[in-house]
């Protein structure tokens, strides 16, 4: 096809006329500035593609705010942790390392990375603050910058280093919070769960990026020349890896568990699908070939793309559920280009194009099906990472461009509905300015010429200097693919479950075939009735759960879990009053830090230990200095540090709530333990100052 005489560095000229929303309490002088410092054009046979390349730098030049650093989107003038490590992972890395690196540093406070928005007054029930990492090493590898390499090595080391002793589940050894991106609470957790609950769940997409900071703290150490932390993260990598691929795997389904939730260790996988972890699972090479291929082509998607999570939740409005998020979409894309999937890399540059055609912009999001951006609850025009994910299908799947810590790799995954000739020029890498031209389609490349001359390998070494051409032409080859394109569908609703006498007992649920009910997180039974018979009776917990089933298989989460036991003891602390109005334990960083408990067990064995507590600092879907006051406590036993003990925020002002924390298992001897509640280093949430919490009692209880 001949070339369009279209160039992106003519039309970038053109915007600087646009009203610049960015700055507008400013001046237009940064937008001006950010567009002239993209000194690269793009050229294309497809008129198509240089409109989207086009509209995508003119949004990133907007996105710039006046100190460097990129906003979030139009709606979001704000530097938020995981949109701009995703965004930075996904291509803007690649395009402006000086950005990356000045937005990753506004995410950083006392030498530890920020972990912003999430339920619950934020870390540790929200822990993917670990994607930084993803940005921070984009952003060595594009610039060799020796200076930025020791300094984020020393804060994503010291972030990791509390995240082990904080969020690290012992008996799996998982990561325990909430789901990477998805952080608001109703949106992808059953009804009934609370703060403490999600803190307690071990979610795909947070434990895959663990997974991946372990392996770059690896890489990083090895750069350093730090041999003893290479390999202490390495091996945590390696079993990190294994867990993942125990216990999230779906072998029925083809790929892994949305999330494991339940009381304590009592905890069973949600079937859903989950759209980002997944496809970091293939990226980051947590499942193997076979299994990345498999993933690919058994999760659900849609025509309009993968949505968050499959099947949607009912009765909850449309933004996370129910929705498309273009730069999840993107990530889809990459994963899809990976495992040579044609069909998924078609289905997500159609996604992705159609709605910038649809809306004019990058948008946050929009709702499955019906494709509205109006319909989902909360929407931005140039969505930073919205516009990063259509970068990337320039940059890492036309271009095919894959950083190395020593060079820059080209590996272009080209449709045949993509055919054409594409050229990138003056695109800076480390000190180096190149002209890359790519012609033609298929999975792989024919020809790799430097400055005319054909080399044996597609890649160039970061030691590179000066202005050089590249001329890629491409093998014009494509193995058959699938992918699971599906009809949208709602899972059915939870069972509201309630226990009378013997029996418990749930109203019907619509579209249910049949009922599961489980016990302490074990399939006790199933039915198609609408009770079932349990014994209230013995001295250890029994939890009951009821989970609806529809004729297709697809499950609905657990009801509330109903609990009997026999004795449990509740434990007051050393002095604290048996009754009266304000019978609790005011604990602060400077108030009652240390809390003794003393108790005496009858037997010998497994226990369960969780604190009712009150936490009124904050909303728990609270943002900025509203949503970062989690309480967090170390739990010593007879001396030896345990666990942590997690605090939710439970409402703003709101002290007379209260409820309980996840539950801390422990392996107690007969006879007397003290218990030692206490704030330690280990501890500091993201608030820094305010660590507060009304501790009314401990209550220990047998397991089985």
Known sequence: ???????????????????????????????????????FGFRSSSERSVKQFTLSNQELALNKRPDGAWMAGEKWPGVWTRDISYSSELSLG????????????????????????????SWPVSTDRMTWSLGAWEAYKATGDRKWLEDSYKILKKSMDVD??????????????????????EQSYPPHVESADIYNSLSLGTNAVHYRALKILEEMAETLGDRAAAGKYGELAAKLKNAINKH???????????????????????????SLGE????????????????????????????????????????????????????????????????????????????AVDRYGTNKENFEAVTLSAAKTVVNSDRQLWSVAANKAIFYRIFFGMDLEKDALKFNPFIPKKHEGVHQLQGFKYANSLLDI??????????????????????????????????????????????????????????????????????????????????????????TDELSYPVSASGDSLNLYEVRAVDREGWQSFFSKPIRTEGDSKILLAEGQAHTGRNNFVLTTKGDHPEISYNVTTEKAG?????????????????????????????????????????????????????????????????????????YTELDENMNGERNKALIHHLRLTRSE
Not at 15 to 37: G, V
Not at 331 to 344: C, H, Q
Not at 451 to 465: I, Q, R, V, Y
């Open 1 to 39: 096809m001949p070339i369009s005489a279209v160039s992106v560095s003519i039309l970038i000229a053109l915007l600087f006329a646009l009203p610049n929303a960015a700055c507008a309490h400013n001046t237009d002088s940064c937008a001006r500035a950010a567009l002239a410092k993209m000194r």
């Open 94 to 121: 690649l395009i402006d390392p000086d950005a990356t690196k000045k937005s990753l540093m506004a995410k950083v406070k006392n030498g530890k990375i920020i972990q912003d928005v999430g339920t619950g007054g």
């Open 164 to 185: 082990l002793q904080t969020i690290f589940d012992k008996k799996t050894g998982l990561v325990r919070g909430e789901q990477s991106f998805l952080d608001w609470r």
């Open 248 to 274: 999230f795997w779906n072998e029925e389904k083809g790929y892994y568990s949305q999330y494991l939730y339940g009381y304590g260790d009592l905890r069973t996988a949600s079937d859903k699908s989950e």
């Open 279 to 354: 496809t970091l699972t293939v990226l980051f090479g947590i499942a193997d070939e076979s299994r990345a291929k498999t993933i690919i082509e058994r999760m659900p998607v849609l025509a309009e793309g993968p949505s968050s999570f499959y099947p949607q939740n009912p009765g909850i409005p449309s933004y996370h559920n129910n929705g498309v998020w273009p730069f999840v979409v993107g990530y889809y894309l990459r994963a899809g280009a990976k495992v040579k999937n044609e069909k998924a890399v078609n289905l997500a540059i159609d996604s992705i194009w159609n």
């Open 437 to 526: 031209k790519v012609s033609g389609w298929g999975d792989g490349i024919q020809s790799f010429k430097l400055d005319g001359k054909e080399l044996a390998s597609a890649e160039l070494p970061s030691n590179l200097t000066g202005n050089h051409s590249v001329e890629i032409v491409m093998n014009k080859k494509m193995a058959p693919s699938k992918i699971n394109q599906v009809e949208n569908r709602f899972a059915p609703a939870a069972p509201a479950a309630k226990l009378e006498a013997n029996r418990i007992v749930w109203p019907k649920v619509d579209s249910a075939e049949k009922y599961q009910i489980f016990r302490n997180g074990k399939l006790l039974g199933s």
């Open 606 to 678: 497994e226990y369960y230990l969780d604190a009712r507590y009150s936490n009124g600092e904050g909303r728990i879907e609270g943002w900025g200095e509203d949503g970062n006051k989690c309480a967090i406590r170390s739990v010593f036993v007879d001396g030896k540090r345990v666990d942590a003990l997690v605090m939710p925020q439970r409402g703003l002002k709101d002290w007379k709530d209260a409820g309980y924390t996840s539950p801390i298992r422990l392996t107690l001897n007969r006879g007397k333990h003290k218990i030692v509640v206490k």
